[in-house]
């Protein structure tokens, strides 16, 4: 159901419920270009620019933290959101008037109540806090004599909602239809049939029905459009092997990853502390014995397995515990041992070899790594150097007879895979090249290796339909498909219609499935076939079920009707009745909602709406 509290001008929402969790404190709004401090009214009553504005930043921000990705006016007018928030208000204000005409309101008590138990104005004690009450209504701009009328608004508008949708409720035979309809479970048998079923092999085609099936399939056989592309590129595995390191940056780059190549042996380990001594020496009997594993008493303790891993330690991590857990040859437990925080065991999950990697023989690791990450800076100092040549007017031709940037053409299509090593191996160059004109410039960019590259769009050759003399092979082996499937179609509809076995064939063998249900699936069968069970109307019907180049007979053994006095029926009937319940009160509030504004008359000043829009960012 539209709830106020959530969709519309409600300060009590955007104050009380969302203002501390989506971090709006410093923005405050006192005056917008267009000289109106009004976006419209409904009927006698406004719509503030200072509503609008909070409620589209509001909206804006509760975007931006379920996507984690900034939310610029532009992509928020482009999905609508200024919009919606405007309908929001305008159902709220509507509401507001409707009070106003009727003389709905709320007493003083009401108005302290809500305020006092709001969770954004509780202090540490779980209380009212005045001075938290006077920060929050500070920092929006807003005096407590103006936000305890809204919150009487708010209230109001609330007391006609529910008056119009509150006892709503969903009629008991929809309810328990809808409750049937989601339960009922049906028994099914089926079975597939395949080229080897059929009578005879298919026919062999000749070349004009061959002609006419690339004809009448031409979208099958049509090459993709192509772009024909120059590039000029370079990458720090291009540029590595010409790099020159000496083993003072070697010997630097072992240094500053000396934890990869000299590392004493770690173990992974978890520990659990006990109470006493007593029970952890019990425990660890039963551990030792064979009859509890250590992870049974650390879910005894209330705690995941997860809860007592330290992960990998090395011998100096455990303190005075290291000696005894490093003295155990294999994994397994050890203690009770004295800690910090009681008597505890140690459980040893895996033994991690110590490493010891001298310089002499990462040296050749290094030096790959090293010139790479040389190469990879020398990019970066040179860019500049490749953008001032492009911006000179410099072709590829010349940009790569002058750097170190290669040379390449490439016919490129978005549906062909590229080959290895190539180019178009880098999301960053099908980006530009998917998007390019003839009429671009080339322009320096950078590949996610550290690597750049620019290129030139110089001819786009359009989807061609390709020759049948090139594709003749093709176009037979998707004739021989087609005719397959065409005929294993009609000896199933030949089989569905006339069941009976022949005489002296074997009986077709049918895998039976029981209790499928409408969300479920029928294992080894495609997916198409839940749907047509259930559209089947009584059991010992079969049906065709063409789905997935695949043809399927199936058939319907039985239908079992729902038991609504289950437990589990009824919790789903409790569910249906609350959804049912708030899409019948939703749409009844709309209604009336609508009826609203259309009695009272709607206004909106476009011109201010578009200037907040211009500084809301």
């Known amino acids: 159901m539209k709830n106020l509290r959530t969709h519309g001008k409600s300060t009590i929402v955007w104050i009380l419920m969302g203002l501390m969790i989506l971090g709006l404190g410093g923005f405050g709004v006192t005056s917008f270009s267009g000289g109106s401090s009004a976006i419209g009214s409904v009927g006698g009553t406004t719509i503030t620019a200072e509503d609008y504005a909070r409620a589209l930043r509001q909206q804006m921000n509760g975007y931006q933290q379920q996507t984690g990705q900034p939310l610029t006016m532009a992509q928020a007018q482009a999905i609508g959101l200024p919009q919606a928030v405007q309908s929001q ?27 006092v138990e709001a969770p954004a104005f509780q202090g540490p004690t779980g209380s009212f806090d005045r001075a938290a009450y006077a920060d929050v209504l500070r920092r929006e701009n807003l005096t407590e004599a103006e936000f305890e009328r809204e919150v009487r608004t708010d209230e109001a ?52 029905a061959l002609k006419a099936w690339h004809s009448a399939n031409a979208d099958r056989f049509t090459a993709p459009e192509l772009r024909k592309i120059t590039y000029a590129w370079l990458t720090p595995e291009m540029l590595a092997p010409t790099v020159q390191l000496d083993e003072a940056a070697l010997r630097a780059a072992y240094e500053a990853n000396l934890d990869e190549y000299q590392r004493p042996e770690h173990r992974l380990v978890s520990r659990l502390v006990f ?28 705690l995941q397995p997860e809860d007592a891993e330290l992960g990998e330690v090395s011998q100096a991590d455990l303190g005075p515990a290291g000696e005894a857990v490093f003295a155990l040859d294999q994994p397994g437990t050890v203690g009770p041992i004295q800690t910090d925080l009681g008597p505890a065991l140690f459980s040893v999950h895996a033994i991690l070899e110590p490493v010891d990697i001298p310089f002499e023989q990462a040296q050749q690791d290094l030096r ?15 860019s500049a150097e490749y953008e001032d040549l492009l911006a000179g007017g410099a072709t590829l031709e010349q940009v790569a007879e002058e750097t170190e940037l290669e040379l ?49 769009l110089d001819q786009v050759v359009p989807p061609t339909l390709k020759p049948f003399e090139e594709v003749r092979e093709e176009v037979e082996a998707d004739w021989r498909r087609a005719e397959a499937h065409r005929q294993l179609l009609a000896l199933a509809e030949e089989q569905r219609l006339s069941p009976a076995t022949p005489e002296g064939q074997p009986a077709p063998q049918w895998t039976e499935v029981k209790d499928i249900t409408r969300d479920g699936w029928i294992e080894g069968a495609p997916s198409a076939a839940v749907a047509r069970a259930f559209a089947m109307a009584e059991p010992g019907e079969v049906e065709v079920v063409d789905a997935e180049n695949r043809v399927i007979l199936l058939r319907l053994d039985a239908i079992d009707e ?46 201010a709406i578009n200037a907040i829009n211009a500084q809301v960012q």
């Open 89 to 115: 208000l305008i159902t709220a204000v509507a509401l507001e008037e409707q009070a106003r005409r009727i003389g709905v309101s709320v007493g003083d008590d009401k108005v302290r109540q809500t305020i």
């Open 157 to 208: 508008r609330l007391l006609i909602q529910r008056a119009v949708a509150g006892g709503i409720a969903a009629p008991k035979p929809a309810v328990e239809t809808t409750a049937r309809w989601i339960l009922e479970r049906r028994d099914v048998a089926w079975r597939e049939l395949t080229p080897e079923m059929l009578p005879a092999p298919v026919a062999e085609p000749d070349e004009a």
């Open 275 to 302: 109470p006493s001594a007593e029970e952890a020496q019990a425990a660890k009997a039963q551990i030792d014995a064979g009859t509890a594993p250590f992870e049974t008493f650390v879910v005894q303790r209330g």
């Open 408 to 456: 390449g053409t490439i016919d490129w299509s978005a549906d062909a895979p590229p080959a290895e090593g190539s180019i178009a191996g880098y999301q960053a160059f099908r980006d530009r090249a998917a998007e390019i004109s003839e009429a671009d410039f080339p322009e320096l960019a950078n590949l996610d290796d550290g690597g750049v590259f620019a290129l030139r």
């Open 562 to 607: 729902a038991d609504l006095a289950d437990e589990d029926a009824l919790r789903v009937t409790d569910a249906v009745r609350g959804r049912l319940g708030q899409s019948l009160q939703s749409d009844i509030f709309d209604y009336y909602a609508r009826a609203v504004q259309r009695d009272a008359g709607i206004q909106l000043d476009q011109q």
């Open 368 to 382: 790959a790594e090293a010139a790479l990450d040389r190469a990879a800076r020398t990019i970066e100092e040179r």
